[in-house]
């Protein structure tokens, strides 16, 4: 039994404030293993294609390394889903960071044996897409167990500095590392990958659903149940529906960009530094959070991020070049964070414990699932208009998406819902809550009555 559930039976006279979150080990220690996961996948992202058009002068082939690795991550994802809820968390987190472990370092070696093949490379695409759909929902949840609920926002903007920070040091960290030698971004992406080992590893969390509705939840349903309890809300359908354009936009915009940012002679390092625009922005939304939590309601700000991304898909298009396209990717990267804060409280907070893991896996794959398209489609578009004219038809294409969320008044009138202990997280230290402030087992997170 852990410490968390032995001191949840001592009486609310002995409660105490809940340790300051800079001196929670567990969770920085967590923290630090999904930081090194989440360089590592950034280094992955970019130092694997590099080599790929290196062994084979193929850019098809080269981009075949991103299109396998998130199919893999959503062809496994269901089951990934429902290992975090029926298997041991920590367990499943461990061997799942191994096997990502043994495979990232099975390329320097063979690039230091001189037998790294083309096959070889895909087949660690494969790996790593195939772990994320383990990892990813059990360290999710693992993060946010150590937590008391009043510390979960300021956490998860911790949390959002890490992702920002990953997305803007990554791809020109593995540039460097190529400098020191073709095999030191793979050595890089093994190192990241025993730190997050390390830390599951070290770390010890609730790992299975609490007994009573939570192991009920966790044996039944599925692997689709997280699906059926997404589209049982009725304020969680436009939500994830609107952040799925906004990424299918988003990743549709990268290729017209660069194309034309070439084109008005940018050299692949101001592209990168104009492409870096959103992380910088991120990392500073990431300090904004609470802030903007407070000045409007979940749908609000969902709306308003969604709608200032149409007008920067168009900024490529002003004078200024790189600069323009800098500026405005900062602007729409400064709600980022707080969109994502949203999806958490909205969601993963707020799910029963039986059904987090497959929940969080259903809301991954639905995020990313309509990536590929964007990234294929905006390929094909090249091939016949000139990037303005594609950058032109996303924008509208996001536009029209986005005008029945903004019609409804689902969106516009969802507040935020009041946050209680979670199962998994228990009560604050030393205090019990009352029964009714659990979840109930099938009850969707409700919104707060709109001012």
């Given at each position: 039994?852990?410490?968390?559930?032995?001191?949840?039976?001592?009486?609310?006279?002995?409660?105490?404030?809940?340790?300051?979150?800079r001196r929670n080990w567990r969770f920085q220690a967590l923290w630090a293993g999904q930081a090194g996961s989440t360089l590592g996948l950034q280094l992955a992202d970019t130092?694997?294609?590099?080599?790929?058009?290196?062994?084979?002068?193929?850019?098809?082939?080269?981009?075949?390394?991103?299109?396998?690795?998130?199919?893999?991550?959503?062809?496994?994802?269901?089951?990934?889903?429902?290992?975090?809820?029926?298997?041991?968390?920590?367990?499943?987190?461990?061997?799942?960071?191994?096997?990502?472990?043994?495979?990232?370092?099975?390329?320097?070696?063979?690039?230091?044996?001189?037998?790294?093949?083309?096959?070889?490379?895909?087949?660690?695409?494969?790996?790593?897409?195939?772990?994320?759909?383990?990892?990813?929902?059990?360290?999710?949840?693992?993060?946010?167990?150590?937590?008391?609920?009043?510390?979960?926002?300021?956490?998860?903007?911790?949390?959002?500095?890490?992702?920002?920070?990953?997305?803007?040091?990554?791809?020109?960290?593995?540039?460097?590392?190529?400098?020191?030698?073709?095999?030191?971004?793979?050595?890089?992406?093994?190192?990241?990958?025993?730190?997050?080992?390390?830390?599951?590893?070290?770390?010890?969390?609730?790992?299975?659903?609490?007994?009573?509705?939570?192991?009920?939840?966790?044996?039944?349903?599925?692997?689709?149940?997280?699906?059926?309890?997404?589209?049982?809300?009725?304020?969680?359908?436009?939500?994830?529906?609107?952040?799925?354009?906004?990424?299918?936009?988003?990743?549709?915009?990268?290729?017209?960009?660069?194309?034309?940012?070439?084109?008005?002679?940018?050299?692949?390092?101001?592209?990168?530094?104009?492409?870096?625009?959103?992380?910088?922005?991120?990392?500073?939304?990431?300090?904004?959070?609470?802030?903007?939590?407070?000045?409007?309601?979940?749908?609000?700000?969902?709306?308003?991020?969604?709608?200032?991304?149409?007008?920067?898909?168009?900024?490529?298009?002003?004078?200024?070049?790189?600069?323009?396209?800098?500026?405005?990717?900062?602007?729409?990267?400064?709600?980022?964070?707080?969109?994502?804060?949203?999806?958490?409280?909205?969601?993963?907070?707020?799910?029963?414990?039986?059904?987090?893991?497959?929940?969080?896996?259903?809301?991954?794959?639905?995020?990313?699932?309509?990536?590929?398209?964007?990234?294929?489609?905006?390929?094909?578009?090249?091939?016949?208009?000139?990037?303005?004219?594609?950058?032109?038809?996303?924008?509208?294409?996001?536009?029209?998406?986005?005008?029945?969320?903004?019609?409804?008044?689902?969106?516009?009138?969802?507040?935020?819902?009041?946050?209680?202990?979670?199962?998994?997280?228990?009560?604050?230290?030393?205090?019990?809550?009352?029964?009714?402030?659990?979840?109930?087992?099938?009850?969707?997170?409700?919104?707060?009555?709109?001012?």
């Open positions: 039994m852990t410490t968390d559930t032995a001191t949840a039976s001592r009486t609310p006279e002995a409660a105490e404030p809940p340790v300051p979150l130092a694997y294609p590099l080599l790929l058009l290196a062994l084979t002068g193929s850019s098809t082939i080269a981009g075949a390394f991103g299109a396998l690795q998130i199919g893999a991550a959503v062809l496994f994802g269901l089951h990934g889903g429902a290992a975090a809820d029926r298997y041991d968390r920590r367990l499943v987190l461990i061997v799942g960071d191994t096997v990502r472990l043994l495979a990232c370092t099975s390329v320097p070696l063979a690039l230091a044996l001189d037998r790294l093949t083309v096959a070889h490379t895909l087949l660690v695409a494969v790996v790593i897409g195939a772990t994320i759909a383990y990892t990813g929902p059990t360290r999710l949840i693992a993060v946010r167990s150590v937590v008391p609920p009043e510390q979960l926002r300021q956490a998860l903007a911790q949390d959002e500095a890490r992702m920002s920070g990953a997305g803007l040091v990554g791809p020109p960290l593995a540039g460097a590392l190529f400098g020191l030698g073709r095999g030191a971004p793979f050595v890089g992406t093994a190192v990241t990958s025993l730190l997050a080992l390390t830390a599951a590893l070290l770390v010890r969390f609730p790992s299975r659903p609490e007994s009573g509705t939570g192991r009920a939840d966790a044996a039944a349903g599925g692997a689709l149940a997280g699906y059926r309890y997404l589209s049982r809300n009725a304020l969680l359908r436009p939500i994830l529906a609107v952040v799925l354009l906004i990424n299918v936009a988003g990743t549709a915009m990268l290729l017209p960009v660069m194309v034309l940012l070439r084109g008005q002679g940018t050299s692949s390092a101001g592209i990168g530094l104009a492409l870096a625009g959103e992380a910088v922005g991120a990392l500073a939304g990431a300090l904004l959070v609470s802030r903007l939590h407070r000045l409007a309601g979940p749908g609000v700000l969902l709306l308003a991020v969604s709608w200032l991304t149409v007008p920067v898909l168009l900024a490529p298009l002003l004078p200024g070049g790189a600069v323009a396209v800098f500026a405005a990717l900062f602007t729409v990267g400064l709600g980022t964070p707080t969109l994502r804060v949203m999806i958490d409280l909205l969601v993963f907070s707020r799910v029963p414990d039986g059904l987090r893991g497959r929940v969080v896996a259903a809301t991954m794959t639905m995020f990313t699932v309509g990536m590929p398209a964007g990234m294929v489609g905006s390929g094909l578009l090249l091939d016949h208009f000139s990037p303005a004219a594609v950058l032109g038809a996303v924008a509208a294409l996001l536009a029209v998406g986005l005008v029945p969320a903004t019609a409804g008044r689902t969106l516009r009138r969802a507040g935020w819902p009041e946050q209680t202990p979670t199962p998994e997280q228990g009560p604050r230290p030393e205090q019990t809550p009352a029964p009714e402030q659990a979840p109930a087992p099938e009850q969707a997170p409700a919104p707060a009555p709109p001012s």
